[in-house]
């Protein structure tokens, strides 16, 4: 069976810190395009930062660079989006994604990706 399966959301004061995780099963994720998108109510659901399938480039939103950090774990084909400094317009629904592998390209665009979590609940508040 083909799943991500994320996890680490919550409740946290601004200027706090998060760890997202994503777990891979029935696949690779070391062969695929990786990234975190995020919704929030009212709101188009837009790219947060991804990883080439190569593992060479990242990319991020404007909004979230110097902030979050996406990464990999291949031996527990886990991916990982660290969040520090968040703020509560960080507040949203995240969800992981993977698509195919092409080198060293990056793409923030949903439709590019085409195995999806279910989406953990991120609020920025105090």
């Known amino acids: 069976q083909l799943q991500l399966v994320e996890s680490g959301g919550g409740l946290v004061q601004p200027g706090g810190s998060l760890r997202l995780s994503c777990a891979a099963s029935?696949?690779?994720?070391?062969?695929?395009?990786i990234g975190w998108f995020r919704q929030a109510p009212g709101k188009e659901r837009e790219g947060v930062s991804c990883?080439?399938?190569?593992?060479?480039?990242?990319n991020y939103a404007h909004s979230v660079k110097g902030r979050f950090t996406i990464s990999r774990d291949n031996a527990k084909n886990t991916m990982y989006l660290q969040m520090n400094s968040l703020k509560p317009e960080d507040t949203a629904v995240y969800f992981c994604?993977?698509?195919?592998?092409?080198?060293?390209?990056?793409?923030?665009?949903?439709?590019?990706?085409?195995?999806w979590g279910q989406g953990t609940q991120v609020t920025v508040s105090s």
């Open positions: 990883l080439s399938g190569s593992g060479s480039n990242t």
């Open positions: 029935g696949f690779t994720l070391d062969y695929h395009t």
């Open positions: 994604a993977a698509g195919p592998n092409q080198g060293g390209l990056t793409t923030m665009s949903p439709q590019y990706y085409y195995y």
